[in-house]
């Protein structure tokens, strides 16, 4: 299983001289055009595995704008495995031409099952796996979000050796995968920083069945209201960002890391000659999908 990548890299962020701090992004969603930032890192030992046992169906599950059920999708299209993902909200099977995330996932072959709300939170019973193989025959199943032990073992790569002079690693955060593998790899004298896209502190029972280290913080005031919810200084901030550094970031999740770090640093958590290093995820194929909620709502969009 091969994708052709391009490399990370670690862009510096401008910082005014007087913070006596740096910043740096790894710029993550630059290794694929599709399957990018921790959505390949979450599948490449996922899909290594399918291929290794003969399956070429892949099943998996998410929401209407879901960066897990594109890169499935692209990952599936380019590798050459069927793809099935099971939809959360019955409604949306008459919209997939309205939705572009679920356009380009069917675009890439993917096929669909659409359920209800109620249906979606039995998904990981045995009762309704067991109904999905009778129907769809034998598929490797990823779990929403990509994350599992194979999943983190991915995610183990995104540190580089040359990381290790960084005192803070921070990522956003949505199933604890990425966090987890951040926190396997980080060296003991770093500290690795989470900041939740969902609202609630359940995240942390998740992350520690797979961290085998103790050196890791959950900050929980950059949620922003909850899952996916967003609001004119996020949106501010997000378009800022991308002029002066030429970075665009999504709104569910880096984009609250960065507005995080920096509201972080203007209140001094950090200490003086701290480096610090910030992984972008990816995830930028929901800005369009986000962008259709914010003109409903008559909100400033992303640009």
């Given amino acids: 299983m091969i994708f052709k990548l391009e490399h990370s890299i670690n862009q510096k962020i401008y910082l005014p001289e007087e913070k006596a701090i740096e910043l740096f992004i790894k710029r993550e969603d630059r290794i694929h055009s599709f399957v990018s930032g921790n ?26 704008f879901s960066n897990h059920i594109a890169a499935v999708a692209a990952a599936g299209k380019d590798l050459g495995f069927k793809t099935i993902g099971v939809i959360r909200g019955e409604e949306l099977a008459n919209k997939i031409t309205d939705n572009p995330t679920l356009s380009f996932a069917k675009g890439c072959g993917m096929v669909f099952k659409f359920v209800s709300r109620a249906t979606y939170r039995t998904k990981a019973t045995e009762s309704f796996i067991d109904r ?12 929403e979000g990509g994350t599992n032990t194979l999943a983190v073992k991915g995610c183990e790569e995104i540190l580089a050796d040359t990381d290790a002079a960084f005192d803070f690693i921070c990522t956003a955060v949505g199933t604890g995968g990425t966090i987890s593998g951040l926190i396997n790899c980080s060296k003991a004298s770093q500290q690795v920083l989470g900041f939740p896209a969902l609202k609630g502190d359940f995240l942390k029972e ?43 970031l999504d709104p569910v999740y880096t984009g609250k890391m960065m ?45």
Wanted: hydrophobic share 45%; no cysteine; charged share 20%.
């Fill in 39 to 64: 959505k390949y890192r979450k599948l490449k030992y996922n899909l290594i595995e399918a291929e290794s046992k003969g399956i070429k169906t892949l099943l998996t599950f998410g929401g209407a």
């Fill in 259 to 303: 507005f995080g770090i920096f509201d972080l640093i203007d209140r001094g958590f950090f200490p003086k000659g701290a480096k610090i290093l910030a992984i972008h995820t990816g995830g930028l194929q929901g800005i369009s999908g986000m962008n259709m909620v914010l003109r409903s709502k008559n909100l400033p969009i992303i640009e």
């Fill in 206 to 248: 998740d992350i520690s069945k797979f961290a085998v280290k103790s050196n890791w913080e959950l900050l929980n005031d950059y949620h922003f209201g909850g899952y996916a919810k967003v609001n004119e200084a996020l949106v501010k901030f997000i378009n800022t960002f991308k002029k002066e550094n030429n970075i665009a």
């Fill in 132 to 143: 999905l193989n009778a129907e769809f025959g034998t598929f490797y199943l990823i779990p």
